[in-house]
């Protein structure tokens, strides 16, 4: 049996990541980070399917309108790995 290395925990939105907290299904979107309506698109069917935490690249500023579409159109915790 595997063991789980003791991590620290981290809250995010309504949920808690890390520590002896359950393992959560996650996913990155993966279409272009300037298409808002794209991503939006692909992060409603990840909701639908059960994600708990949905992850996406900002690479630049211009890609900033995808993640306040996002926040205000999904119920799902956003991580964003920022580039610039």
Same mark, same amino acid.
């Given at each position: 049996?595997?063991?789980?290395?003791?991590?620290?925990? $981290?809250?995010?939105?309504?949920?808690?990541? %890390? %520590?002896?907290?359950?393992?959560? $299904?996650?996913?990155? +979107?993966?279409?272009?980070?300037?298409?808002?309506?794209?991503?939006?698109?692909?992060?409603?069917? +990840?909701?639908?399917? %059960?994600?708990? +935490?949905?992850?996406?690249? $900002?690479?630049?500023?211009?890609?900033?309108?995808?993640?306040?579409?996002?926040?205000?159109?999904?119920?799902?915790? +956003? $991580?964003?790995?920022?580039?610039?």
């Amino acid at each position: 049996m595997t063991t789980r290395e003791n991590t620290k925990s $981290v809250k995010i939105k309504n949920i808690t990541l %890390g %520590g002896n907290n359950q393992v959560l $299904v996650q996913s990155m +979107l993966n279409k272009p980070a300037e298409d808002a309506r794209a991503n939006l698109a692909q992060a409603r069917e +990840l909701q639908a399917a %059960g994600c708990e +935490l949905i992850r996406l690249s $900002v690479p630049s500023a211009a890609s900033l309108k995808t993640v306040e579409l996002l926040k205000q159109s999904i119920d799902v915790p +956003l $991580v964003a790995d920022i580039h610039f």
